[in-house]
């Protein structure tokens, strides 16, 4: 289906977006191009690849790609293609590829980096256009490649912004995601949980920020949990965690939402400095970073409460309970979502198990809250099917948005600012038809002067 660029311009307006942009499988098509051809799309983390030779598969929009610790140390990625008859080199998921990759189908093998190794029986490409050294014949790398505090993320592109000016002031999620370990650093542990969504993919990322439906659309799982409590007497982790989507608007409305460029952003509460020794978990946990930072740094550590953060186009990293939900689209109406978990170094045992519990009861698939997100996005779906209407709203306290120098806020965390923005960035993918990815305002400016 083509689709014209004047089409694309009217699908989003600034307080609403054409249904199309979730059903129409043309615009899907054009997405895989424009956005997740040229972002910066997170691919895994260092973590899952500690020795030479260890590999894991992920996608970046509809393309494959292995992540591969290379003979030098580092990190590579590359399209999963063997260059011979186009078979896909490794299967999906983790593995050792050894010295290096050899296709399953003739043999051809490639270095780590995966450039040409050798094929079998030589003479019989010789005298011919082959040509080891050609790139043609090697497994192509990704345009770019950069990682970020064990982050790695790649992009189809060869040119356009770095990563962090790509990521802009999502960033300080990430930073405080591995501050929270006492050496700084992260590591993936614990297996992964897969989530399939019956949706398109941008639906999850809006739900991120969407403080309005969690009472409405958990109130089940709330009620079952204050239900529990009252019969215990008592309200620990487990339930605590459920009972917090009942929150009166209230509450929701005093979070603060960020909004960035490139449509990341996150939603923070206040900073509360009594947050890190409030539990004997948390205590432990302040401990360790006092006595590796001191108590002031520490008490900023752990005090940051961010919950979701959105880096759009990868998924969202939780930096309080260490979990990174990517999210990965497969067609215009199914999303895998992959929550990894990670392991702070250096912290308590305690601190890991309570994130994975935290992961265990709210995010994965036999979690009885995940599920009540996964219907009403599959609903959004088949609603947005039907011919009862073409607009999506997204009025919620448009027009009070205050512009910062890096990006917006608002201080009412109910605000739809954040489907906004990320529409607006949606919007600069879709129209910007360059071979480089489009800049950042004040980068743009830079090139300008
Ligand atoms: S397809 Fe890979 S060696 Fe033939
Ligand atoms: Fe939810």
Not at 12 to 35: C, N, W
Not at 88 to 103: E, H, L, S, T, Y
Not at 328 to 347: C, N
Not at 390 to 410: I, K
Request: aromatic share 10%; hydrophobic share 40%.
């Amino acid at each position: 289906m083509s689709i014209s660029e004047t089409t694309l311009a009217g699908l989003v307006r600034p307080d609403s977006v054409h249904k199309a942009v979730y059903t129409d499988p043309g615009i899907f098509e054009l997405e895989m191009q424009r956005i997740y051809g040229r972002a910066w799309v997170y691919v895994g983390h260092e973590s899952q690849v500690p020795r030479v030779g260890d590999y894991v598969t992920a996608r970046i929009g509809d393309q494959e790609v292995v992540l591969v610790r290379a003979a030098d140390g580092q990190v590579r990625v590359v399209y999963n293609r063997c260059p011979h008859k186009g078979a896909k080199i490794v299967p999906d998921g983790a593995g050792n590829a050894g010295k290096f990759f050899r296709c399953s189908y003739h043999a051809w093998t490639f270095k780590l980096d995966g450039s040409h190794l050798a094929a079998p029986l030589k003479m019989g490409l010789e005298g011919t256009s082959f040509c080891a050294g050609d790139p043609q014949f090697s497994m192509a790398p990704l345009a770019r490649v950069e990682s970020y505090r064990g982050f790695v993320f790649a992009s189809q592109c060869a040119s356009g912004p770095d990563l962090r000016s790509f990521l802009g002031g999502a960033i300080s999620s990430l930073d405080n995601f591995c501050d929270r370990s006492p050496e700084g650093e992260v590591e993936v542990a614990g297996g992964t949980f897969r989530v399939l969504q019956r949706s398109n993919w941008k639906v999850f990322y809006e739900n991120l920020h969407d403080t309005m439906h969690a009472r409405v659309t958990h109130q089940s799982s709330v009620e079952a949990a204050r239900a529990e409590c009252e019969a215990l007497g008592e309200k620990p982790f487990e339930l605590l965690i459920m009972d917090g989507n009942g929150e009166p608007y209230e509450f929701w409305e005093k979070l603060e939402l960020r909004a960035y460029h490139f449509g990341h952003g996150y939603m923070e509460g206040i900073f509360d400095p009594a947050a890190a020794t409030r539990d004997p978990v948390s205590k432990a946990h302040f401990e360790v970073l006092a006595a590796a930072h001191g108590e002031q740094r520490a008490r900023e550590i752990l005090g940051m409460n961010r919950h979701n953060t959105v880096i759009y186009g990868s998924g969202s990293p939780h930096t309080v309970f260490q979990q990174f939900r990517v999210i990965r689209p497969l067609a215009v109406d199914r999303t895998m979502v992959e929550i990894q978990l990670f392991r702070l170094k250096g912290a308590p045992d305690a601190v890991f198990d309570r994130a994975l519990t935290y992961t265990n009861l709210i995010n994965s698939p036999s979690s009885n809250v995940m599920p009540d997100d996964v219907e009403v996005y599959a609903r959004c779906q088949q609603g947005n099917a039907t011919r009862g209407g073409d607009w999506v709203s997204m009025h919620r306290y448009h027009g009070t948005d205050r512009e910062l120098p890096d990006g917006m806020v608002s201080s009412n965390g109910t605000s739809e600012l954040p489907m906004r923005n990320q529409f607006a960035a949606w919007k600069q993918w879709m129209l910007d038809t360059g071979a480089t990815a489009p800049l950042a305002p004040q980068e743009a400016r830079r090139a300008a002067a």
